[in-house]
């Protein structure tokens, strides 16, 4: 027999990270003597103090975040069933790319089941090994994949993917354009440059109230922070950079810290809550939730046909979330709304639902959505498109002058 035949070929995971290939080995190693964590771990960094963090202080960290104990249950059920990335560091230990949750778990399962016999089940970890030439680039590639990409327990809160969005795009590690970090992730440019200028207004947030807890506050508001930096009327005086801005940000960053918006979609009202000085004393003067009970009063004040519609998309958008069920009449009724608005000529009109639905269709693709279109698809849309502008051209007193 030839040498070969008495060494097994090595097992290796093939996978795309970008637009390249690699051969990942595949390995299992201690959990406590041959792997370290991350402090750079972009869903530690809102939760850590200044300074490099130890191990303990990483580990207690994670067995805080969302999803820990459902992922210790399941790997104390049924073990560690993905593999976890890691990279050739100091000596013959391993950095932990991605997978410290799973780690923490196997190191917590492993205490709590020492001198018993299932001890040595959660001492090893199922790794895949990144080359140790794995680049900055490609490893900010490989966590957008599958963090932003992923979904479930791996997926990245939107305060963490903004941040990772603005560092790898105008921060201190910046190495890609806002397109190309896009294309990684799978998300159109608008979406990605939405998130990034919303964090920019949370950076601004975590500076004005300047302790060891601003990145935690700033993660827990984040939705709120997001809906007053684009609120209507508002958010672009609120993020100016006036003397008017800086002052609103200072009573705007109070009310946050104090608790004032009860859910984020209190912060929709900012410019009517500013427009009546009533209002405004009140919110500034920080009592717990006044804005959610003023935005009640608003909605309960909207007594025309907008902003009963309004009010109406605001009900079902909650009930969706609770994922209540809705009987057939209700059903058959919003089904009647809806055809009875497409089927009207003069106000709204079939076309504009459908053209505002398509809009958003667009700027929402995913790129597996973009990669499933055929040729056949494209090129009806490229017609459809030419034709439209044609049209424009010829009719639109806008497009036209």
């Given at each position: 027999?030839?040498?070969?035949?008495?060494?097994?070929?090595?097992?290796?995971?093939?996978?795309?990270?970008?637009?390249?290939?690699?051969?990942?080995?595949?390995?299992?190693?201690?959990?406590?003597?041959?792997?370290?964590?991350?402090?750079?771990?972009?869903?530690?960094?809102?939760?850590?103090?200044?300074?490099?963090?130890?191990?303990?202080?990483?580990?207690?960290?994670?067995?805080?975040?969302?999803?820990?104990?459902?992922?210790?249950?399941?790997?104390?059920?049924?073990?560690?069933?993905?593999?976890?990335?890691?990279?050739?560091?100091?000596?013959?230990?391993?950095?932990?790319?991605?997978?410290?949750?799973?780690?923490?778990?196997?190191?917590?399962?492993?205490?709590?089941?020492?001198?018993?016999?299932?001890?040595?089940?959660?001492?090893?970890?199922?790794?895949?090994?990144?080359?140790?030439?794995?680049?900055?680039?490609?490893?900010?590639?490989?966590?957008?994949?599958?963090?932003?990409?992923?979904?479930?327990?791996?997926?990245?809160?939107r305060y963490v993917q903004a941040m990772f969005i603005y560092e790898k795009v105008e921060?201190?590690?910046?190495?890609?354009?806002?397109?190309?970090?896009?294309?990684?992730?799978?998300?159109?440019?608008?979406?990605?440059?939405?998130?990034?200028?919303?964090?920019?207004?949370?950076?601004?947030?975590?500076?004005?109230?300047?302790?060891?807890?601003?990145?935690?506050?700033?993660?827990?508001?984040?939705?709120?922070?997001?809906?007053?930096?684009?609120a209507t009327g508002f958010g672009a005086k609120v993020k100016a950079n006036t003397a008017?801005?800086?002052?609103?940000?200072?009573?705007?960053?109070?009310?946050?810290?104090?608790?004032?918006?009860?859910?984020?979609?209190?912060?929709?009202?900012?410019?009517?809550?500013?427009?009546?000085?009533?209002?405004?004393?009140?919110?500034?003067?920080?009592?717990?939730?006044?804005?959610?009970?003023?935005?009640?009063?608003?909605?309960?004040?909207?007594?025309?046909?907008?902003?009963?519609?309004?009010?109406?998309?605001?009900?079902?958008?909650?009930?969706?979330?609770?994922?209540?069920?809705?009987?057939?009449?209700?059903?058959?009724?919003?089904?009647?709304?809806?055809?009875?608005?497409?089927?009207?000529?003069?106000?709204?009109?079939?076309?504009?639902?459908?053209?505002?639905?398509?809009?958003?269709?667009?700027?929402?693709?995913?790129?597996?959505?973009?990669?499933?279109?055929?040729?056949?698809?494209?090129?009806?849309?490229?017609?459809?498109?030419?034709?439209?502008?044609?049209?424009?051209?010829?009719?639109s007193p806008w497009r036209s002058s």
């Amino acid at each position: 027999m030839s040498e070969k035949q008495f060494n097994p070929v090595p097992n290796y995971y093939r996978e795309h990270i970008g637009g390249t290939e690699y051969q990942l080995p595949a390995d299992e190693l201690d959990v406590f003597d041959d792997v370290h964590l991350w402090s750079d771990n972009p869903r530690l960094i809102p939760y850590l103090t200044e300074g490099i963090p130890s191990e303990d202080e990483m580990e207690a960290t994670l067995m805080r975040t969302n999803g820990y104990d459902a992922l210790r249950k399941s790997i104390d059920d049924l073990g560690q069933l993905e593999p976890i990335y890691v990279w050739p560091s100091e000596g013959h230990r391993y950095l932990v790319i991605e997978g410290a949750t799973r780690v923490t778990v196997l190191r917590d399962l492993s205490r709590r089941y020492e001198g018993k016999p299932n001890q040595s089940r959660y001492r090893r970890v199922k790794v895949k090994v990144l080359p140790p030439n794995f680049s900055e680039r490609e490893n900010a590639v490989l966590l957008a994949q599958i963090h932003v990409r992923g979904s479930g327990v791996r997926n990245w809160g939107r305060y963490v993917q903004a941040m990772f969005i603005y560092e790898k795009v105008e921060g201190d590690s910046a190495l890609f354009s806002l397109t190309e970090l896009a294309s990684h992730m799978g998300k159109s440019t608008s979406w990605a440059s939405r998130l990034r200028d919303a964090y920019k207004f949370a950076k601004q947030f975590v500076e004005f109230v300047d302790d060891d807890d601003a990145q935690r506050l700033a993660l827990n508001h984040f939705s709120t922070l997001e809906e007053i930096s684009k609120a209507t009327g508002f958010g672009a005086k609120v993020k100016a950079n006036t003397a008017e801005g800086e002052q609103l940000r200072g009573e705007v960053f109070e009310m946050v810290r104090h608790d004032v918006f009860k859910e984020y979609r209190d912060a929709r009202h900012m410019a009517q809550y500013r427009e009546d000085p009533e209002k405004w004393e009140v919110l500034k003067s920080h009592e717990r939730h006044a804005a959610h009970n003023i935005a009640n009063q608003l909605r309960a004040g909207q007594t025309g046909i907008n902003g009963k519609i309004s009010g109406l998309h605001g009900q079902l958008e909650r009930a969706l979330e609770r994922d209540e069920e809705f009987d057939d009449e209700v059903v058959d009724e919003l089904q009647r709304c809806v055809d009875l608005l497409a089927s009207r000529p003069a106000g709204v009109g079939a076309f504009r639902l459908h053209l505002r639905q398509f809009t958003l269709g667009l700027q929402s693709a995913s790129l597996k959505d973009v990669k499933s279109i055929t040729r056949d698809e494209y090129k009806d849309l490229q017609e459809g498109l030419e034709d439209f502008e044609h049209r424009l051209q010829r009719y639109s007193p806008w497009r036209s002058s």
